[in-house]
C-alpha cells in the first residue's frame, strides 16, 4: 500500500484541463517538496516536476505542480493524446527517513 | 548526456541472491551531489524505493528490506550495485537505477530523482 494516496485513474479531453491530486501527512508531504513523474507505456519514469512547482528543462508549460498543507496536485492543461500515461507523485518522508511515492494515476485521453 | 544502464541476470532462482548492476555514462559518479539509487516496480503497479549509495559507500535502506539488500559503488569503474538475498516471487519486478539529488526549497526537503535507466526485468522462479 502505497504511503500517498492518488486516485487510480483521470481522464479528459484533447486540450481540456485536467488535475490529479496527491495526498500525504505531516511527516511527508506537510514537511518537503513534492515531486510528479509520468511514465509512459513500457518506459522508465521521469521527472516531470521537482521542488512542488519547478519543470526540468524540456518539459512543456502545459505541466505545472502545486501544494498546500498535506496536499500536491498535478495539472495538465491543453490535454494531448502522448499525455496518455501512468504519474506518481513523490516526497520524502521523515518517519521513514527515506523517499515515497503515491500509487499512481493513469491518465486517459479520451 | 547523462546515461544510466542497469545489467544483470533476468532470472533469479528462488532463495538465491539477485545481482544487478548500474553503469553510469556523461558523468562522474564520485560527485557528491547525487545519491545512486535502486527503485523496483512490479507488474502493474508502483515504484517502491530500495535504498541509496553514495560515492563514500554509506549507505541507506528501506527498512523493509534492509536485511536482504547491500548496496555498493565501484568509482573506478563508474558503477553502481545491488544485491538482494533470499529472494522470492514477490521480488519479481523491474528494476530501476537512478540519480537523486538532494537539497532544500523554502527550508524543506527537496529529493528527486532526476535521470533513470531504462530497468530491467528480474523474474524469481524455479
Known amino acids: 500500500q502505497a504511503v500517498l494516496t492518488q486516485p487510480p485513474s483521470a481522464s479528459g479531453t484533447p486540450g481540456q484541463r485536467v488535475s490529479i491530486s496527491c495526498s500525504g501527512s505531516?511527516?511527508?508531504?506537510?514537511?518537503?517538496?513534492v515531486n510528479w513523474y509520468q511514465q509512459l507505456p513500457g518506459t522508465a519514469p521521469k521527472l516531470l516536476i521537482y521542488s512542488n512547482n519547478q519543470r526540468p528543462s524540456g518539459v512543456p508549460d502545459r505541466f505545472s505542480g502545486s501544494k498546500s498543507g498535506t496536499s500536491a496536485s498535478l495539472a495538465i492543461s491543453g490535454l494531448q493524446s502522448e499525455d496518455e500515461a501512468d504519474y506518481y507523485c513523490a516526497t520524502w518522508d521523515d518517519s521513514l527517513n527515506g523517499p515515497v511515492f503515491g500509487g499512481g494515476t493513469k491518465l486517459t485521453v479520451l | 548526456q547523462v546515461q544510466l544502464q542497469e545489467s544483470g541476470p533476468g532470472l533469479v532462482t528462488p532463495s538465491q541472491t539477485l545481482s544487478l548492476t548500474c553503469t553510469l555514462s556523461?558523468?562522474?559518479?564520485?560527485?557528491?551531489?547525487?545519491?545512486w539509487t535502486w527503485i523496483r516496480q512490479p507488474a502493474g503497479k508502483g515504484l517502491e524505493w530500495i535504498g541509496r549509495v553514495y560515492t563514500s559507500g554509506s549507505t541507506k535502506y528501506h527498512p523493509s528490506l534492509k536485511s536482504r539488500v547491500t548496496m555498493s559503488i565501484d568509482t573506478s569503474k563508474n558503477q553502481f550495485a545491488l544485491e538482494l538475498s533470499s529472494v522470492t516471487a514477490a521480488d519479481t519486478a523491474v528494476y530501476y537505477c537512478?540519480?537523486?539529488?538532494?537539497?532544500?526549497?523554502?527550508?524543506?526537503?527537496?529529493?528527486?530523482?532526476?535521470?533513470w535507466g531504462q530497468g530491467t526485468l528480474v523474474t524469481v522462479s524455479s
Open positions: 537512478a540519480r537523486a539529488r538532494r537539497g532544500y526549497t523554502d527550508g524543506l526537503e527537496a529529493y528527486y530523482f532526476d535521470y
Open positions: 556523461g558523468g562522474s559518479i564520485s560527485s557528491p551531489s547525487y545519491y
Open positions: 505531516s511527516s511527508n508531504i506537510g514537511s518537503n517538496t
